[in-house]
Every structure is written in structure tokens, then in C-alpha cells.
């Protein structure tokens, strides 16, 4: 079956960095949309950012512009956010999830993804 599991997470100050790691089995990776959802205490589930199939397309919300990047190896079943200049406001569960993607843009909201990990805390402090 899917399995999707995240590492990476931990305590940080503000303006650090942290690298999130997600292994997923039991799919054919390549042939799914992956993305990073975060949700912090009391906050609604929100997508961070958002990668194609093959990894050339992504997208990001504007709050993480420019300082987190997502990447995918699909050799390897992989799939990555790099996250620099750390804010508190970073602060949440990080989850990695993935939907099979079915034609157009891999970009959708937590509704179209079918498969979760159990996540992994960042907690960022000033």
C-alpha cells in the first residue's frame, strides 16, 4: 500500500534552516503530484508547496517565496523542502501528501490529495 513517511523536523531559531525528507513506497512515485501541507495549532491545513510529476513545475504560498524549495528525486522515491530563513510563524506539523495526477497542473488543495504521511513538527523560535 502507500506509504509516505517524513523526516527532518526539529527546532530551529529564527533564521535557520531545516531540510523535510518524505519516502514514499508502494506507487508508481513518478506518476504522482507531491506537495508539503502544514498545520499549526488552531489553523486551518494549508499547502506549502506543490511539485509536477517530473519535478520542473512548482508552486509555492506566497509566505515561503523565495525561502523554501521543494524538490522530488524520482530515482529514488524522494521528495524534499528545503526551508531557509526560518520564521516563527513556520512553526506547524509539516506533511508530505501525493495524488495521482490525472492531466494539467498538479496544483489543487488538500481535498485532491489522496495519500498523507503522519508528519513531521517543525517548531521555529525567535
Known amino acids: 500500500q502507500v506509504q509516505l513517511v517524513e523526516s527532518g523536523g526539529g527546532s530551529v531559531q529564527a533564521g535557520g534552516s531545516l531540510r523535510l525528507s518524505c519516502a514514499a513506497s508502494?506507487?508508481?512515485?513518478?506518476?504522482?503530484?507531491m506537495a508539503w501541507f502544514r498545520q499549526a495549532p488552531g489553523k486551518e491545513r494549508e499547502g506549502v508547496a506543490q511539485?509536477?510529476?517530473?519535478?520542473?513545475?512548482?508552486s509555492y504560498i506566497d509566505s515561503v517565496k523565495g525561502r523554501f524549495t521543494i524538490s522530488r528525486d524520482n530515482a529514488k522515491n524522494m521528495l524534499y523542502l528545503q526551508m531557509n530563513s526560518l520564521k516563527p510563524e513556520d512553526t506547524a506539523m509539516y506533511y508530505c501528501a501525493a495524488r495521482l495526477w490525472s492531466g494539467g497542473s498538479c496544483i489543487g488543495g488538500q481535498y485532491e490529495y489522496n495519500y498523507w504521511g503522519q508528519g513531521t513538527q517543525v517548531t521555529v523560535s525567535s
Open positions: 508502494g506507487y508508481t512515485y513518478s506518476s504522482y503530484c
Open positions: 511539485i509536477s510529476t517530473g519535478g520542473s513545475s512548482t
